[in-house]
C-alpha cells in the first residue's frame, strides 16, 4: 500500500437545511465561484472502529464514483476500484495509504461500522487554480450501519452541509463572511453522529416499555440564556457520575440534532405542528390534554402526543407549502430548535433524557427560548409503573436544579412561547 504525507489546513464545515440550499445556490452565483469538474459526483466514506460498542476512530476509507445505490460501494470494490485509507482530525487529513477496500480492511484491525454517502459539489475560492482554496457542498447525506456481512441499514439523511477550505484561518473567516454562512449554518458539536447514536438507542429501548404512556416532561426554563450550554455540561456531568446512572449510549454519550417546526393552525383552530428535519423530510406533531402533576416538589407536564418516531427515515420529501396544503394547515409561525440530549438509564432500568433546547424564532431571531428538558423515554429493562417513574423524574429534578442555580421549574411549552 502506498503511504502519502500529511496536508494541514484551515476548515469550516456547516450543516444547514435542504430548503435553504437555493440561498447558498444565489450566494456561489453572486461571487461568481467557478465550479471545480471533477469525475465522479459521489463521495463514500466508511468510518472504522475496533469493536462495535465503540464509536468509530478518525481512520476511514474513502472512495469516489456513481453511488446511486448504496450497495453499489461494495459491488464497485470488488471490481478493483481504488480506495483510501485515511486518518482524519479537525485540521490535518493524512492519506495513509492507496488500495482495494478489502486490501485495507484486511491490513488494519479495525472493522467498518458506518458509512456516509454524500453527492457534492466543489467550487474554487479566489483566483488559485489548485483546490487548497474551495468551497464544498454536500448537498445530502445519506448515513448507513454497516453489518459485519457488509449488509447496509439505512438511518436517514443528514442534510445538507458546507465547507470551506483554505490554508490560513484568516482566509477561511473571510469566505464564511462573504458567504453569510453564520446565517445560513449552524456547526454542533457531535452532530455527524446524530442517526447512528438514535440507531443505538432505538436497539436499546423497546417500544412497549413507553406505549401508551403520555408524554412526561420536567421543564426548567434559564434566566441567562447564555449560561444554557454550561448549565447542560453540569448536569450532564452530574448525571454521568452518579452511581444510580447508565448512560444509554458511548462517547459522548449525547444527540445532537437540529429541526425546525412550523406551528400550524387546521380549519378548526386547533394547534398542529410540522416537523422538518435538515434534509427536508416532514412530519405532523400534535400534543393535547396538556396537565400537571406535582411529586415531591417537581412538576411534571402530562401530555397526550402523536407524532412520528422515524421522520428521518420516512417522512414526506415534498416543499414544505404543498405538504401543508395538503394537510389543510395554515403556518402561525416557525422555529429551529438546536438540541443535546444525555440518554441513560436510572435505578432499575427506566430510561430517560435531559436536554439542552435552544429555539429561535426563524423571523425574528431576537425571540429565544432556553430550556433544559427531562424526560421519560421508556426502559432497559420490564415496562416501568407510572409512579415509579414520577418518583425517579422527582429525584433527577432535584439533582438537576441543585447542579444548576440558575434553573427554575416551568411548564411554558415552546408552542406557547412563541404563539403568545
Avoid at 504525507?5 to 465561484?33: K, W
Avoid at 396538556?290 to 420516512?314: C, E, K, M, P
Avoid at 429534578?397 to 412563541?418: N, R
Wanted: charged share 25%.
Amino acid at each position: 500500500m502506498t503511504h502519502i504525507p500529511t496536508n494541514t489546513r484551515s476548515e469550516y464545515r456547516g450543516d444547514f437545511f435542504a430548503s435553504d440550499l437555493p440561498v447558498l445556490e444565489r450566494q456561489i452565483q453572486e461571487l461568481h465561484l467557478t465550479p471545480i469538474k471533477r469525475p465522479h459526483r459521489d463521495t463514500a466514506t466508511i468510518f472504522l472502529t475496533p469493536s462495535e460498542d465503540v464509536l468509530p476512530t478518525s481512520k476511514r476509507i474513502r472512495g469516489y464514483g456513481e453511488f446511486s445505490d448504496a450497495t453499489d460501494v461494495f459491488s464497485k470494490d470488488s471490481s478493483g476500484a481504488e480506495w483510501q485509507l485515511e486518518l482524519k482530525n479537525d485540521t490535518t487529513k493524512q492519506l495513509l495509504a492507496r488500495a482495494s477496500m478489502a486490501a485495507i480492511l484486511k491490513d488494519s484491525s479495525l472493522r467498518a461500522q458506518t458509512m456516509r454517502l454524500a453527492s457534492r459539489k466543489h467550487f474554487q475560492l479566489g483566483e488559485s487554480l489548485d483546490e487548497k482554496r474551495r468551497l464544498t457542498v454536500d448537498e445530502s447525506r445519506r448515513v448507513f450501519a454497516v453489518n459485519s456481512d457488509y449488509r447496509l441499514t439505512f438511518l436517514g439523511d443528514l442534510g445538507p452541509r458546507v465547507e470551506v477550505k483554505a490554508p490560513a484561518q484568516a482566509e477561511t473567516t473571510s469566505w464564511i463572511g462573504k458567504l453569510d454562512l453564520q446565517s445560513l449554518a449552524v456547526t454542533l458539536p457531535y452532530r455527524s453522529l446524530e442517526l447512528y447514536m438514535q440507531h443505538i438507542l432505538k436497539g436499546i429501548i423497546h417500544k412497549n416499555t413507553y406505549a401508551g404512556y403520555p408524554e412526561l416532561e420536567a421543564k426548567f426554563s434559564i434566566t441567562d440564556q447564555d449560561e444554557l450550554a454550561i448549565a447542560y455540561a453540569a448536569i450532564k456531568a452530574t448525571i454521568c457520575a452518579s452511581q444510580k446512572v447508565k448512560p444509554l449510549l458511548p462517547e459522548p454519550s449525547e444527540i445532537v440534532r437540529v429541526r425546525r417546526y412550523h406551528i400550524c393552525q387546521d380549519d378548526i383552530g386547533n394547534h398542529v405542528t410540522a416537523v422538518e428535519t435538515a434534509a427536508g423530510r416532514l412530519s405532523l406533531k400534535q400534543k393535547t390534554n396538556s396537565r400537571t402533576v406535582a411529586t415531591n416538589g417537581a412538576v411534571i407536564l402530562q401530555r397526550d402526543t402523536v407524532a412520528s418516531h422515524t421522520t428521518d427515515l420516512n417522512g414526506s420529501m415534498i416543499d414544505l407549502e404543498t405538504y401543508l396544503n395538503r394537510q389543510g394547515l395554515t403556518r402561525v409561525v416557525t422555529y429551529e430548535k438546536r438540541q443535546r440530549k444525555l440518554p441513560f438509564a436510572y435505578k432499575d432500568g427506566s430510561a430517560y433524557h435531559v436536554s439542552m433546547d435552544l429555539c429561535t424564532r426563524t423571523d425574528d431571531p431576537s425571540d429565544q427560548l432556553a430550556q433544559i428538558e427531562l424526560e421519560f423515554i421508556g426502559s432497559i429493562a420490564n415496562r416501568p409503573k407510572l409512579d415509579d417513574v414520577y418518583a425517579d423524574m422527582a429525584e433527577i429534578a432535584q439533582i438537576i436544579t441543585h447542579t444548576s442555580t440558575g434553573l427554575c421549574p416551568t411548564v411554558l411549552d415552546k408552542s406557547h412561547h412563541f404563539v403568545a
